[in-house]
């Protein structure tokens, strides 16, 4: 019986593949160390390589970014320390949006289906609306949309869409609460 064999191509551009070579050359040279104070210039270097950033924008040196032009990012918000944004599929962020440490939003995955091997890889965006809060090493998946005001406790994993104002905890992230605003 013979063996079936199928050829892996590439799922991104030659193009693709030569901006993430030299974002990640510029990323350790000149991002990662440089102080945290020099938030400005963190955001210049992103503009450079087509990501979108308003001002008043605080990315933190030691965010890992896979491709900055699939990032934008709204006035107010803030990508804390060791932040993962693998982007490989767009990743927007609104106005006022907390991510924080050790936080991972991943835009892509694979077709597990057992017709290919090579698992081919696909992509859904992220949209994260204004005022939420990602707390710490939370995990959000492809596709997902976190409504305005949502808050996702620590730890958590989100695979699915959430609702306006709502508290979401655990693996897999469930409803607890509605977020209450105090006047």
């Known amino acids: 019986m013979k063996k079936k064999y199928y050829k892996a ?10 901006i993430r070579i030299l974002w990640n050359v510029v990323y350790y040279l000149l991002f990662r160390f440089s102080p945290l104070y020099l938030v400005g210039y963190r955001r210049a270097i992103l503009r450079v390589f ?36 693998y982007n490989q599929g767009h990743i927007s962020i609104d106005k ?6 050790y936080s991972h939003l991943c835009s892509s995955s ?19 609306e204004k005022n939420c809060w990602v707390c710490a090493d939370a995990f959000i ?18 695979f699915k869409d959430t609702i306006i104002n709502g508290v979401y905890m655990g693996n897999p992230g469930k409803l607890i609460k509605k977020r209450k605003y105090k006047k």
């Open 141 to 158: 998946g492809p596709g997902v949309k976190l409504s305005k005001g949502t808050v996702v406790g620590a730890r958590s994993v989100i």
């Open 50 to 85: 087509g990501a979108k950033i308003d001002t008043k924008v605080r990315i933190y040196p030691s965010v890992k970014i896979w491709l900055p032009s699939n990032l934008s990012i709204k006035k107010g918000s803030v990508l804390g320390k060791e932040v993962n944004v």
């Open 110 to 128: 694979h077709n597990y289906s057992f017709k290919n091997p090579y698992l081919p890889l696909y992509t859904h965006p992220i949209t994260i």
């Open 96 to 101: 006022n949006v907390i991510i924080s440490q």
């Open 9 to 18: 191509k590439s799922t991104f551009t030659f193009k693709t593949n030569f």
